[in-house]
């Protein structure tokens, strides 16, 4: 099955830097990589995601980076905000299997 | 669409007691997915349906735990007996189609086993 390994576990940055996530997997059949954000006591919810068949996508302050040939995928948060502070999961889906494994999840923490 | 629906929000119940979870996917998603989510090992897939049928149940943690999906809007996963380190909190999740289209989760059901 699918391995979905995340770094790191923690992450603090102040406010206006960048934060990078990094994920990598293991099924090379994985064709879909969404980011979830989850903030403090609710649900996950999708972020941004990026499909195997482009290797960058962009959503404003949000990118994502796919290097399938390395089975790593990574989050780019720039210009970062205090709203930014949450635990952030990578997944990936499981080809034929139809689900997806989620990352062990980053705690960012923004300061201001 | 109100979104994906879980009752209840949170769950007190002493160890040996039955403990029923329910959730209403959102109109329309044909994939269901309960997952569990603790500190030690962040979010499991414990279950995943696709169109009512049990596709992959190889993260249900034991015979304790069972999930059905009677119709297209309505899924319980339940635990007999539970025990104190079933404490978590469940979400439930439905997808337009299966694990490589968003997922949508429910606000979750916080569960404690005293």
């Known amino acids: 099955g699918e391995n979905v390994e995340q770094h790191p576990s923690t992450l603090s940055v102040q406010e206006g830097d960048s934060a990078v996530i990094k994920c990598t997997y293991s099924?090379?059949?994985?064709?879909?990589f969404p980011w979830y954000k989850q903030e403090l006591g609710k649900r996950p919810q999708l972020i941004i995601d990026i499909r195997s068949n482009v290797g960058e996508k962009k959503d404003q302050r949000i990118a994502v980076t796919l290097n399938k040939t390395a089975k790593h995928f990574s989050l780019h948060i720039t210009e970062t905000q205090p709203e930014d502070s949450a635990v952030y999961f990578c997944?990936?889906?499981?080809?034929?299997?139809?689900?997806?494994?989620f990352g062990t999840g980053t705690k960012l923490q923004v300061i201001p | 669409d109100a979104g994906v629906i879980q009752s209840p929000r949170h769950e007190v119940t002493e160890m040996g007691q039955e403990v029923t979870l329910r959730c209403k996917p959102i109109?329309?998603?044909?994939?269901l997915f309960w997952y569990r989510q603790t500190m030690m090992r962040g979010l499991e897939l414990l279950i995943y349906?696709?169109?009512?049928?049990?596709?992959?149940d190889s993260g249900m943690p034991e015979d304790r735990f069972s999930a059905k999906m009677p119709n297209a809007s309505f899924s319980t996963l339940k635990i007999q007996p539970s025990e104190p380190r079933d404490s978590a909190v469940y979400f439930c999740?439905?997808?337009?189609?299966?694990?490589?289209?968003?997922?949508?989760f429910g606000q979750g059901t916080r569960l404690t086993v005293v």
């Open positions: 999740a439905s997808s337009r189609e299966g694990g490589n289209t968003e997922a949508f």
């Open positions: 997944a990936a889906d499981s080809g034929g299997y139809q689900k997806v494994t």
């Open positions: 099924d090379s059949a994985s064709n879909y």
């Open positions: 109109s329309g998603h044909n994939s």
């Open positions: 349906f696709n169109n009512n049928v049990p596709i992959d």
